[in-house]
């Protein structure tokens, strides 16, 4: 026979409206639903927790607390309302929470998502007691914040709430109608202190945020001068990258003694004719060359620009007293020279590279040095 007395458990739960509210009684807290939850006398402990701020902060600022910290403190309410279908099965479960806790019957009068509009009624609501019981009157500011808060995330937009019913003054209920606006907590603080009317904690706050704005200011201009610095090494990799391909787009052989090559792929614009005719006649000087071949076997269409292009070359070639010569010219290409009527006349051209260095070969010493 066990004479020992059957302890409680040391998790105690309840169900209570379908939330299971349940206490760990060795940490001394209790979650409903899951939710880390704390309960206070409201009436004692709560109000004079409350009156003790509004003395300190002032009626306005006091609400305008509230109502900022009711905005910021829905994140466990949201998640409840979003595992539901519609914001209105959500805030029906969200409301077994308020009334199981004693903040009040919720109720959602309307919500009208064209008009962005929402209206909601908080039934016996502890801040709303409270305020009768002490003969103030802040309005609902932390409740009024949570369904500005549920607007504004179904909304997508700014929102400020408009309290129309009082419990402290004598009415059934608080009324609060939530509507879009351009008005916002931050901006009514600084009215305060427009006014005149900051406090130590508003100043401070001012501070902090000139201070961010500085630093987030700073990291700008810091970001700003790195990407500047950042685009200038590219540019300076790209400058390099284009003298590099203007090199490989111009190369120039040394096929034999006195015989150089230029082996021309793709399309010869005024910009390229300059660069390779300045090259060209460089290295026809430090190598004393007699002959420069322009292959054109990579040229597979051509025009009257880039004919006269060639001609240039040529011509620039035999002002040096070397020969100019083309090699490579394929059957379409000689047919759109014949069209275009381009003067080849004194220009040795022929059908592949190996046939024109031969001929440069072939060629006696003394007609080699001739101009």
């Known amino acids: 026979m066990d004479t020992h007395p059957q302890r409680p458990p040391e998790t105690p739960s309840l169900e209570v409206c379908g939330l299971e509210y349940r206490w760990d009684l060795a940490r001394g807290s209790f979650t409903i639903g ?40 829905i994140d466990d309410d949201w998640s409840i309302i979003a595992a539901h279908p519609s ?3 959500g805030f029906a479960e969200l409301a077994k929470y308020a009334y199981t806790a004693g903040w009040g019957r919720w109720e959602l009068v309307s919500i009208e998502r064209e008009a962005r509009r929402g209206v909601f009624r908080v039934h016996n609501g502890w801040e709303g007691a409270i305020q009768r019981a002490t003969a103030l009157n802040w309005g609902v500011g932390l409740v009024a914040g949570k369904f500005t808060g549920f607007c504004q995330k179904l909304f997508g937009c700014t929102c400020w709430p408009r309290q129309t019913r009082f419990l402290a003054d004598g009415d059934a209920y608080d009324e609060i109608v939530v509507e879009p606006s351009s008005r916002t907590v931050a901006d009514e603080l600084d009215a305060l202190a427009d006014a005149g009317l900051a406090t130590n904690a508003d100043l401070q706050r001012l501070l902090a945020d000139l201070k961010t704005s500085a630093a987030a200011r700073e990291r700008a ?43 021309i792929v793709g399309a010869i614009d005024t910009e390229r004719t300059g660069r390779l005719m300045e090259k060209l006649l460089a290295s026809i000087i430090d190598t004393k060359s007699r002959f420069a071949i322009l292959d054109v076997t990579g ?28 090699s490579g010219i394929v059957p379409g290409v000689a047919q759109t020279l014949v069209d275009l009527g381009v003067d080849l006349s004194g220009v040795r051209t022929f059908a592949n590279l190996r046939e024109a260095l031969k001929a440069c070969l072939a060629e006696p010493a003394r007609s080699r040095r001739h101009a």
């Open 34 to 73: 899951g939710v880390p939850g704390v309960a206070f006398f409201r009436d004692s402990s709560l109000a004079r927790l409350l009156v003790g701020f509004l003395t300190t902060l002032g009626p306005h600022r006091f609400a305008l607390m509230l109502l900022a910290e009711g905005q910021r403190s």
């Open 87 to 89: 914001f209105e099965a």
């Open 221 to 263: 201009l810091g970001e700003r001068d790195r990407m500047v610095e950042e685009l200038q090494d590219k540019l300076h990799i790209i400058a390099e990258q284009r003298v590099a391909i203007a090199a490989l787009s111009t190369p120039i052989v040394q096929l034999w003694d006195e015989v150089l090559a230029v082996p």
């Open 299 to 326: 040229v597979e269409a051509i025009d009257a620009g880039t004919a006269d292009n060639f001609v240039r070359i040529i011509r620039a070639v035999q002002l040096l007293g070397a020969h100019g010569v083309l």
